[in-house]
């Protein structure tokens, strides 16, 4: 592998590709956020802009799984709740 | 060291924290650590859910509690961190490509 080879494909070279683009995090404890992607590094910290995260939870006795969503306009995110990261146009 | 670069220049401004455990804590940020560990001021948290923060002004949060930091856009320069990202994507490739 060599330095100029900017096309070399560690897993988060997928990350860097998805820099300035909207993308889906799947995050611990039901939660996804989708929004666009400014920084990220190693750990899979992360910082979105115009995110919207999605929470989804079930009432007591009730099987039904719903859903409620948060609107955040500049959030940064700490890599170890980072289950995945996936370009938003693939969901 | 790209975040923690990122949070040095937001210190003494106004953040909003989003702990695992759910609390929110709004509150000034005084400094940050390589851990990102924050020391915040002047806070205000959800006190009539968790009236345990009702007289605290001023705490330390160990980094690994925390899941969300909401910031106002208008501090943040997105140009100028998608460059580090890219420069630091590439720095810890060429690590590897050294040895380290």
Do not use: W
């Not at chain 1, 996804?32 to 079930?58: P, Q, R, W």
């Not at chain 2, 001023?58 to 580090?84: C, E, K, M």
């Amino acid at each position: 592998m060599s330095e100029s080879n900017s096309t070399s494909s560690e897993p988060l070279d997928l990350i860097r590709l998805c820099l300035d683009e909207q993308v889906f995090v799947k995050l611990r404890g039901s939660r996804e956020m989708v929004g666009k992607l400014h920084a990220y590094d190693m750990h899979c910290n992360m910082v979105l802009s115009d995110a919207t995260e999605t929470i989804f939870y079930t009432e007591q006795d009730s099987p039904e799984i719903k859903s409620r969503t948060k609107k955040s306009d500049m959030v940064f995110i700490r890599g170890d709740s980072v289950i995945l990261v996936s370009d938003a146009a693939n969901v | 060291m790209l975040f923690f670069s990122f949070f040095k220049t937001l210190v003494d401004q106004e953040i909003t924290v989003e702990l695992k455990n759910d609390v929110e804590i709004k509150g000034t940020l005084k400094s940050i650590d390589q851990y990102l560990n924050l020391k915040l001021d002047n806070i205000s948290a959800n006190t009539t859910k968790y009236p345990h923060l009702i007289a605290v002004r001023n705490l330390f949060i160990r980094g690994s509690n925390i899941r969300y930091i909401h910031i106002n856009p208008s501090l943040v320069d997105t140009n100028l961190l998608q460059d580090a990202s890219r420069r630091e994507a590439m720095a810890s490739a060429g690590d590897k490509i050294g040895g380290k």
